[in-house]
């Protein structure tokens, strides 16, 4: 079915602008044909594109040790993402040596799950492979689901030693044992035989990054904290900075033309929940050019928002971090606009709130509040 979204103020060449907003086969199309949603008052923008999203972990495990299956969880999760007007999620999977929920067992169950659930999914569901260094038992498993297709975004993540530096907290410790199922003691014992895999890591990143390249994706490093770590990350092909622990390392990645990757949550809070840098005050200086959802859905609609509220960007500066920026930092071409011939992926904003009225991904209606129902043609 066609769509015609009228009345409303749209995000058009860079601009807020009253214009009716056409969608045909999928795209955004000029005319003004099919069904109508009268969007009078409302802001039509487009969808958010999440970079790396890993609230789908709560859909799993709503609590330690308590499980769901995988489909289940892709379901709901899908569901989740278009009522926060994410139209594109690469849902970062952590494929770590952790038993449980980010275990090797894990990966390959979602992985399954995804090729179920992603025919009937309205949201275009991707895979942020978050690989963890020491995991080398599951290199076979990446590469090969590197090779078919399966990922789309290579992250190299490394928390194996801050793992170590924790395990003398019995809080910390408890948490990392209770996610994986295990006993304190037994979790403590795991991490150090894990640590002895360290000589092999370079080789096994090198591997990857070798995958990664012969199929296109795009790569990301985690958590950089020095130049150092940049350099090396970069110099394996990975051109996105995510989540930098230092300052200056996102100022370095960002004056060389690199994405910088920040939480929408650490915006919407005011501050990082774990005391690095402020991702607010870095957006607008343009340092931070891409928010991600990061464990909260609603982060990225909320954080748009927020920054407008601060007086220094305007909203389709703001929205840019949510959504062109991302779509181009991970290779989209084909969305983050509203442009004649992007893939259709709109989302009907009430301000007031903000609140997702409609959603539209891939030009069908994916998602529609009780006031939307009441604006239908």
């Known amino acids: ?15 807020m602008q009253q214009a009716e907003v056409s969608l045909a086969g999928g795209l955004v199309a000029t ?21 790396h999203g890993d609230a789908h972990e709560r859909c799993l495990q709503p609590r330690p040790g308590i499980g769901f299956s995988p489909a289940l969880a892709l379901r709901d999760t899908a569901t989740q993402l278009l009522a926060n007007g994410i139209t594109t999620a690469f849902l970062g ?13 894990m990966w390959r169950a979602l992985m399954a799950a995804l090729d179920e659930v992603r025919p009937h999914a309205a949201a275009d569901l991707r895979v942020h492979l978050r690989f963890e260094a020491y995991n080398l038992a599951a290199l076979e498993d990446a590469l090969a689901d590197i090779g078919a297709g399966r990922v789309h975004l290579l992250g190299f993540n490394d928390h194996t030693p801050g793992i170590l530096q924790k395990l003398a907290n019995p809080k910390e410790l408890a948490k990392y044992a209770g996610r994986a ?16 895999n360290a000589p092999a890591v370079p080789a096994a990143r090198g591997k990857l990054a070798a995958a990664a390249r012969a199929a296109g ?17 970069r110099a394996l092909g990975a051109t996105i900075c995510e989540f930098p622990t230092a300052e200056a390392v996102a100022r370095m990645a960002a004056a060389d033309g690199e994405p910088v990757v920040m939480g929408a949550p650490n915006v919407v809070r005011g501050g990082s929940h774990i005391g690095w840098a402020s991702a607010a005050p870095l957006a607008e200086q343009g340092v931070v050019s891409v928010l991600a959802s990061d464990y909260h859905w609603p ?6 928002f927020t920054m407008v509220g601060r007086g220094v960007l305007d909203l389709p500066a703001a929205w840019a971090l949510v959504s062109t920026n991302p779509a181009r930092a991970s290779g989209l071409v084909d969305r983050g606009t509203l442009s004649a011939g992007q893939r259709g992926d709109v989302v009907v904003v009430d301000p007031a ?13 994916a998602h529609l509040s009780a006031e939307g129902a009441s604006r239908l043609g």
């Open 1 to 15: 079915m066609d769509w015609t979204i009228t009345n409303g103020s749209a995000l058009l060449d860079g601009r």
């Open 31 to 51: 005319g003004g044909g099919g069904r109508r949603l009268d969007a009078a008052g409302l802001l039509v923008l487009p969808g958010l594109v999440d970079i």
């Open 93 to 105: 999977v952590t494929l770590s040596w952790e038993p449980g929920l980010r275990s090797l067992g």
């Open 181 to 196: 199922g295990m006993k304190n003691e037994e979790f403590a014992a795991l991490t150090q035989q894990v640590a002895e």
């Open 217 to 233: 994706l795009p790569m990301l490093s985690h958590d950089d904290g020095t130049a150092e770590d940049r350099h090396r990350f």
């Open 299 to 304: 982060a990225m609609l909320n954080a748009a």
């Open 353 to 365: 709130g903000p609140g997702v009225v409609a959603v539209f991904a891939a030009g069908r209606l």
